[in-house]
C-alpha cells in the first residue's frame, strides 16, 4: 500500500492534465453568456464543484456502512479522506456561487435552497472531522464516524426538500420547468470536461489521501509499539 | 416480547426517577428556558402582531437549545459510573437501550413544552395554547431527541463532550426546525391546514427515519 504507485502517479498525472484542458476549454472555447458575460464562467468550476461535494458525501456514507458491517479500518480511511476533500469542494462551490450571484443576484448570499443545502452539509462535514478529532481509539472512532456520515446522509436530502418548499430563484440546469437556463452545445461540452476532469481529480485526491491515512495508522501502530517496548507495558489493539 | 416491553419500562423508570429525585437537568433546563424568554423580549423589541408570527420560532429555539442543554446529561451517569457494560448484559436486546433514553429524553421535553407555553402565552399575553401547535411541537420533541439521543450517545463517550453535541446535532436537525417553524406559523396565524400539512408530514417522516435509523446502529455506539 505504500510502496510507489505506479498507477497512482499516472492517473494523478493524467488528472492535473485533463483539469487543465477544462480550464482552458472553459476560457477560449466555451461561448460568453449574452446576457450574463464573463462572470457566467465561473459556473462551469461551480457545478463541478458542487457535484464533487455531494459525491464526497455519498463515499463517506458507503464507506461508513462497509466499515460497520467488515470492520475494516481501510473504508474508516476512505470516509474520513472523502470528507476532507467533500469540506474542500463545498467550499469551493459555495464561494465561486457568491462571486456569480454578486452581479447576477445583487446580493452575495440568499436562503435559496441549494445555497442552504450545500452549507449546512458543510457544516456536517466539520462535525463529521470535529467528533473524530474527538476519540482516541481508532475502531471507536471509525465506528462513530460512519454512524455519524449515515445520519448526516439521510438529513442533508430532507433538508433540500424542506428548503425547496420555499421558493427558489437558483437556476435549474438539468430536469427544470420555466427555470431553465439556456445553454448552447459549446456550454453542455464545457461543462461535462469540467465534470470529468473533476471527478477523476477527486478520485486521485482521495486514493492519495487514503493513502497518507494508512501511512498514518501505520505510524501510530510503530509508535504506540516502541512505547510499550519502553515502559515494557502489553498495549492492546 | 412481553419481557422486552417489561426492560422497556423499567429503564424509563430509572430515568426518570434519577431526574426525580436529583431535579438537576430540568431545573436548569427550564431556569435556561424563561430566561431566554426574557432576553428574547429585549433582543426583539417587536410589536405585538410582528411578535405574534415569531412565537412559533422563538419557542422553538428556546426549547430545542434547553432540550440540547438536557441532552449533554442525559447520558453521564452511564458513562461516569462505566454501567453501559452492565446495561448491555442485562437488556434482551440493546436497541432497548437507546429506545428507553429516547423515551425519558422526549417526556423531559414533553414537561419543558408544558411548562414554556403557558409561560410565554402569560408574559406575552398570547394564546399559544392551541391544540394544533401542541401536536407541532411534540412531533418536533420526537425528531429532536430521536437524532439527539443517538447523538449525544456517540458526544458522551468523546473528548469535548458537551463541546461537540450542538455541531453535531444542530445540521441534522435541519429539516426539523424548518418544519416546526413553518407548521407553528401556519397553526398560530389560522391558515388553512393544507398549506402546512406538508410540514407536519415532514415532521412524521424525519421522526420514523431517524428512530429507524438509530434503533439500527445503536449497537456500535455502545459495544466495542
Keep these: 500500500m505504500l510502496s510507489e504507485n505506479k498507477p497512482l502517479k499516472t492517473l494523478t498525472f493524467l488528472s492535473i492534465l485533463l483539469v487543465l484542458l477544462a480550464f482552458l476549454m472553459v476560457i477560449f472555447y466555451a461561448p460568453v453568456e449574452l446576457n450574463m458575460g464573463m462572470v457566467q464562467k465561473v459556473f462551469y468550476f461551480h457545478v463541478s464543484a458542487a457535484w464533487l461535494g455531494m459525491l464526497a458525501f455519498l463515499v463517506a456514507a458507503i464507506s461508513g456502512i462497509l466499515f460497520l458491517s467488515k470492520k475494516n479500518l481501510l473504508y474508516d480511511h476512505i470516509a474520513a479522506s472523502s470528507v476532507e476533500i467533500g469540506l474542500l469542494f463545498t467550499a469551493i462551490a459555495n464561494f465561486t456561487g457568491m462571486i456569480w450571484a454578486r452581479p447576477i443576484w445583487n446580493t452575495w448570499w440568499t ?16 462535525a463529521f472531522i470535529l467528533l473524530r478529532r474527538g ?24 433538508t433540500f426538500f424542506s428548503a425547496r418548499l420555499l421558493r427558489t430563484i437558483h437556476p435549474i440546469i438539468i430536469g427544470g420547468g420555466s427555470g431553465e437556463m439556456a445553454m448552447t452545445s459549446r456550454m453542455y ?49 | 416480547m412481553k419481557n422486552w416491553f417489561g426492560t422497556l419500562k423499567a429503564l424509563v423508570w430509572k430515568d426518570l426517577l434519577q431526574e426525580w429525585r436529583s431535579k438537576d437537568m430540568l431545573t436548569s433546563m427550564l431556569a435556561f428556558a424563561i430566561l431566554s424568554l426574557f432576553i428574547f ?20 429555539v428556546v426549547i430545542m437549545f434547553s432540550g440540547t442543554l438536557g441532552l449533554n446529561r442525559s447520558f453521564l451517569a452511564e458513562q461516569e459510573q462505566g454501567s453501559f457494560d452492565a446495561l448491555v448484559m442485562a437488556v434482551p436486546d440493546v436497541a432497548v437501550i437507546w429506545l ?7 417526556l423531559i421535553m414533553l414537561i419543558l413544552i408544558l411548562i414554556t407555553l403557558p409561560v410565554y402565552s402569560v408574559l406575552y399575553n398570547q394564546n399559544l395554547f392551541v391544540p ?6 411534540i412531533l418536533g420533541a420526537w425528531g429532536f431527541s430521536a437524532a439527539g439521543t443517538l447523538i449525544s450517545g456517540m458526544t458522551v463517550q468523546t473528548r ?25 406559523q401556519g397553526v398560530i396565524s389560522g391558515a388553512d391546514f393544507s398549506t402546512y400539512q406538508v410540514w407536519i408530514s415532514i415532521l412524521i417522516v424525519y421522526g420514523i427515519i431517524m428512530t429507524t435509523i438509530s434503533l439500527l446502529v445503536f449497537d456500535y455506539v455502545i459495544r466495542e
Design chain 1, 111 to 126: 436562503w435559496d435552497p441549494r445555497l442552504t443545502t450545500m452549507t449546512i452539509m458543510a457544516f456536517t462535514y466539520i
Design chain 1, 135 to 158: 476519540i482516541d481509539e481508532p475502531y471507536k472512532k471509525a465506528r462513530f464516524g460512519a454512524i455519524y456520515a449515515l445520519v448526516g446522509f439521510v438529513s442533508v436530502p430532507i
Design chain 1, 189 to 237: 461540452q464545457t461543462m461535462a470536461a469540467g465534470l470529468v476532469a473533476f471527478t477523476l481529480l477527486f478520485v486521485v485526491l482521495l486514493w492519495q489521501r487514503t493513502r497518507l491515512a494508512e501511512a498514518a495508522a501505520v505510524i501510530d501502530r510503530l509508535k504506540a509499539e516502541q512505547n510499550a517496548e519502553e515502559f515494557g507495558e502489553v498495549e492492546n489493539g
Design chain 2, 41 to 60: 423580549n429585549y433582543a426583539m423589541e417587536l410589536d405585538p402582531l410582528q411578535r405574534a408570527e415569531l412565537a412559533p420560532g422563538v419557542i422553538w
Design chain 2, 100 to 106: 428507553a433514553k429516547q423515551i425519558s429524553n422526549f
Design chain 2, 132 to 137: 394544533l401547535f401542541l401536536i407541532v411541537l
Design chain 2, 160 to 184: 469535548m463532550r458537551d463541546l461537540l453535541l450542538p455541531v453535531l446535532l444542530f445540521p441534522v436537525l435541519m429539516p426539523v426546525n424548518m418544519a416546526v417553524v413553518k407548521a407553528g
